[in-house]
C-alpha cells in the first residue's frame, strides 16, 4: 500500500502506530508480570520490546516503508526509562540523571528525524539498497536485520541504565570518587547529544549551502561522523552512570555492542555511499578520522 501523504500527516500516522505498538507492548508486559506467569519484569519488559517492534515492522509492511521503524531508536529509551521509573517507584538521583539525559537525546534524535523525514512514501535509501538487492530475501532481512536487531542492540545498551533503578531512595551513600563518576557519565551523556545537535545543524545548513556536496565544515572537518561519534558517546555515558554505582562487569557488553553496529554497520554503509556519490571524499577520508 504504497500511499503518498504530506509530511504531517505522515507523521500523525507513525504517531497512531507508534502509539498502538506501546499499547500492544504494554499490554504483553502487564500479562507477563502478573499471576499466573510473573516473569522477571526485565524479561517481560524484552518481550513487550520485542512485539512493539513485529507490530511497527507490520505497519512498514503494509505501507511498503521500512523508514516506518526509523523513530524506534529514539522514541523507545527516552519513554521506557520513563515508565519504569514509574513501575519501580524509584526516582533516585541517578534515575533522574538518566531521565535528563535520555529524554534530552531523544528530543534530539527525534528532532533530527522530523527535520529529515519527507513522508511515508520516502523510503531511506539504506532500506532501497537492500530491497533492490535481496528481493528474495528481503522480508527476511526487513524484519530480523532492518527491525530486530536495532531493537536488541539499544536494549541491550539500556541494560545498564535499567539497573539504576535498584537503588530506591535518594538516601544512597557514594565515595566521591562514585559521585564524581556518576557527575561525568552525566555530562559526557549531555555532551553527547550537544554534539549531534550541533552537527545536525552545520550539516543541513552546509548541505542546503552547497547541495551534492560533503559536509567538511564545523565538527565535519575534525570527524567524518561527530553524529555517529555523539551517538556511541550517549551510550558509554549511561554505562558510565551505571559502572559509579556498579563497578565493571559484563553490562560493558551494551556500549560495546552498540559500538560495534555502528564501526561495522552504519559507518562502513555511509562511507560506501559517499565514496560513490560525492567526488572528493576519498582524498577528504584520507586526511580526517573516522569519529573525531
Not at 15 to 20: E, G
Not at 138 to 143: D, K, R
Not at 210 to 235: A, S, T
Amino acid at each position: 500500500m504504497k500511499r503518498d501523504y504530506s509530511k504531517w500527516c505522515s507523521i500523525a500516522l507513525i504517531t497512531a502506530i507508534y502509539v498502538l505498538a506501546g499499547l500492544a507492548g504494554w499490554f504483553l508486559f502487564r500479562f507477563l508480570t502478573t499471576a499466573p506467569l510473573t516473569l522477571h519484569p526485565i524479561i517481560a519488559l524484552f518481550c513487550a520490546d520485542v512485539l512493539a517492534t513485529i507490530v511497527v515492522w507490520a505497519f512498514g509492511l503494509l505501507y511498503e516503508n521500512v523508514s516506518v521503524y526509523d523513530p524506534y531508536w529514539s522514541v523507545f529509551p527516552p519513554v521506557v526509562f520513563l515508565l519504569w521509573a514509574c513501575y519501580t517507584g524509584v526516582w533516585s538521583l541517578p534515575v533522574i540523571l538518566l531521565l535528563v539525559a535520555s529524554w534530552y537525546w531523544g528530543w534530539r534524535l527525534t528532532r533530527n528525524w522530523v527535520i529529515t523525514f519527507k513522508g511515508i512514501a520516502h523510503e531511506d535509501w539504506r532500506y532501497t539498497k537492500y530491497r533492490s538487492q535481496h528481493p528474495l530475501v528481503f522480508h527476511a532481512i526487513n524484519l530480523l536485520g532492518l527491525n530486530m536487531v536495532p531493537t536488541l542492540v539499544v536494549f541491550v545498551a539500556m541494560l545498564p541504565g535499567l539497573k539504576l533503578y535498584e537503588l530506591d531512595s535518594f538516601d544512597f551513600q557514594l565515595s566521591t570518587f562514585n559521585s564524581c563518576l556518576l557527575a561525568f557519565g552525566f555530562i559526557v551523556c549531555l555532551s553527547s547529544a550537544t554534539i549531534q545537535l550541533i552537527a545536525d545543524k552545520q550539516i543541513h545548513d552546509f548541505r542546503a549551502a552547497n547541495p551534492g556536496k560533503y559536509c567538511n565544515v564545523g565538527l565535519w572537518k575534525h570527524g567524518r561522523h561527530p553524529n555517529y561519534f555523539g551517538e556511541i558517546q550517549f551510550w558509554w555515558g549511561i554505562w558510565i552512570m551505571y559502572a559509579a554505582l556498579n563497578g565493571i562487569d559484563m553490562f560493558i557488553g551494551g556500549p560495546i555492542a552498540m559500538t560495534a553496529l555502528f564501526l561495522g554497520i552504519s559507518i562502513p554503509l555511509m562511507e560506501k555511499r559517499q565514496l560513490a556519490n560525492k567526488p572528493g571524499y576519498a582524498e577528504y577520508r584520507k586526511q580526517t578520522r573516522i569519529l573525531i
